[in-house]
């Protein structure tokens, strides 16, 4: 349903559209007018071409200068961070760390590999297509080897760890992006790792998967896949923005606001709710699907779980882990 410019705002400030979320957008059209205009006026009577070439230019000038919005970014750096590959990111270095133990994710995916080598490049899988138990245990047993451990007390109900793979939602996890990723297959009821993975797992270790299974979670893993929430809401694009600006400052609480100023548009793509406001939902999905179940997965930082203390609520604050800053050096 199209919001009118005096209907309520949809982020639950109270306001009317047109003088909250709306603003951002309408202001920024309302300046480039005038701002030609002004020109135009100035310069005389003007051919076609000449508009063109000052229309251009002022374009070029508003997306080439800081926009408070985007915490100082250019519109042009941000729509390089929101649309550009993987392997075109300006702003930003991302390298592969020496030292990969620390990420839940590469050491699962480690240890789907080692499997298979014991086994000439393939081993049994479930009769439901998982991961065999005994590879779910020996997945579990690394628990403690985490930074996530700290706040692990129910290993029942950790992401972490589980009987069969079903009810361990980071191996998984795991598993899901190593298909994608064209490392590891199933057929005829067992898994194969390629022959390619497999030479390059021998000569290079697990540091060669680093960067491929990165671009897979962040450009063709479904972040929505292991949740009940509502699949419009697509975060994926914003996951370099985010990045930043938590290891700017460590709170979770501030860039979520950060996030919600800079993409107003995100609070109309949630559905309606009789229970949260679009932003209370903007909320738990950024937390839950890029905090917990990437940032964490990862082993790019820890988060305590604990919400509320003497009955106030404790900011969200993220650790922020070696792991990150050795992956991602940002140049903004």
Same mark, same amino acid.
């Given at each position: 349903?199209?919001?009118?410019?005096?209907?309520?705002?949809?982020?639950?400030?109270?306001?009317?559209?047109?003088?909250?979320?709306?603003?951002?957008?309408?202001?920024?059209?309302?300046?480039?007018?005038?701002?030609?205009?002004?020109?135009?006026?100035?310069?005389?009577?003007?051919?076609?071409?000449?508009?063109?070439?000052?229309?251009?230019?002022?374009?070029?000038?508003?997306?080439?200068?800081?926009?408070?919005?985007?915490?100082?970014?250019?519109?042009?750096?941000?729509?390089?961070?929101?649309?550009?590959?993987?392997?075109?990111?300006? &702003?930003?270095?991302?390298?592969?760390?020496?030292? =990969?133990?620390?990420?839940? #994710?590469?050491?699962? /995916? @480690?240890? *789907? $590999?080692?499997?298979?080598?014991?086994?000439?490049?393939?081993?049994?899988?479930?009769?439901?297509?998982?991961?065999?138990?005994?590879?779910?245990?020996?997945?579990?047993?690394?628990?403690?080897?985490?930074?996530?451990?700290?706040?692990?007390?129910?290993?029942?109900?950790?992401?972490?760890? &589980?009987?069969?793979?079903?009810?361990?939602?980071? =191996?998984?996890?795991?598993? #899901?992006?190593?298909? /994608? @990723?064209? *490392? $590891?297959?199933?057929?005829?009821?067992?898994?194969?790792?390629?022959?390619?993975?497999?030479?390059?797992?021998?000569?290079?270790?697990?540091?060669?998967?680093?960067?491929?299974?990165?671009?897979?979670?962040?450009?063709?893993?479904?972040?929505?896949?292991?949740?009940?929430?509502?699949?419009?809401?697509?975060?994926?694009?914003?996951?370099?923005?985010?990045?930043?600006?938590?290891?700017?400052?460590?709170?979770?609480?501030?860039?979520?606001?950060?996030?919600?100023?800079?993409?107003?548009?995100?609070?109309?793509?949630?559905?309606?709710?009789?229970?949260?406001?679009?932003?209370?939902?903007?909320?738990?999905?950024?937390?839950?699907?890029?905090?917990?179940?990437?940032?964490?997965?990862?082993?790019?930082?820890?988060?305590?779980?604990?919400?509320?203390?003497?009955?106030?609520?404790?900011?969200?604050?993220?650790?922020?882990?070696?792991?990150?800053?050795?992956?991602?050096?940002?140049?903004?």
């Amino acid at each position: 349903m199209k919001i009118g410019r005096n209907d309520h705002c949809p982020c639950g400030s109270g306001k009317k559209y047109k003088q909250c979320c709306m603003d951002a957008t309408t202001k920024q059209y309302a300046e480039i007018c005038d701002d030609i205009a002004q020109t135009v006026a100035m310069s005389g009577n003007l051919s076609i071409e000449e508009l063109n070439l000052v229309v251009q230019h002022k374009m070029q000038e508003r997306n080439n200068r800081p926009h408070a919005d985007f915490c100082g970014l250019t519109p042009t750096q941000m729509a390089n961070w929101l649309y550009a590959p993987f392997s075109e990111l300006a &702003g930003v270095e991302i390298n592969t760390p020496d030292d =990969l133990s620390s990420s839940p #994710v590469m050491l699962y /995916l @480690s240890l *789907i $590999l080692d499997e298979a080598i014991m086994q000439q490049g393939s081993f049994k899988a479930t009769v439901r297509g998982n991961l065999p138990t005994k590879l779910v245990k020996k997945a579990s047993k690394k628990l403690p080897e985490f930074a996530v451990a700290q706040f692990e007390t129910e290993t029942s109900m950790s992401d972490f760890s &589980g009987s069969t793979e079903e009810k361990f939602t980071a =191996l998984h996890y795991t598993r #899901v992006l190593a298909v /994608l @990723s064209g *490392i $590891l297959y199933l057929k005829s009821g067992r898994f194969y790792v390629k022959k390619a993975a497999l030479k390059q797992y021998q000569s290079h270790g697990i540091r060669a998967f680093f960067l491929p299974m990165l671009e897979t979670a962040v450009t063709k893993y479904n972040w929505g896949y292991l949740d009940g929430w509502d699949d419009n809401v697509d975060l994926r694009t914003l996951w370099l923005f985010m990045f930043w600006r938590l290891q700017s400052h460590s709170s979770i609480d501030k860039m979520i606001k950060e996030v919600s100023v800079a993409f107003p548009d995100l609070l109309q793509q949630v559905p309606h709710s009789e229970y949260f406001s679009p932003q209370d939902q903007i909320v738990m999905l950024i937390e839950l699907r890029f905090v917990v179940r990437f940032l964490q997965f990862w082993g790019f930082v820890t988060v305590n779980p604990r919400r509320i203390f003497n009955r106030e609520r404790i900011p969200r604050e993220a650790n922020i882990q070696p792991l990150l800053t050795q992956s991602f050096t940002f140049s903004m």
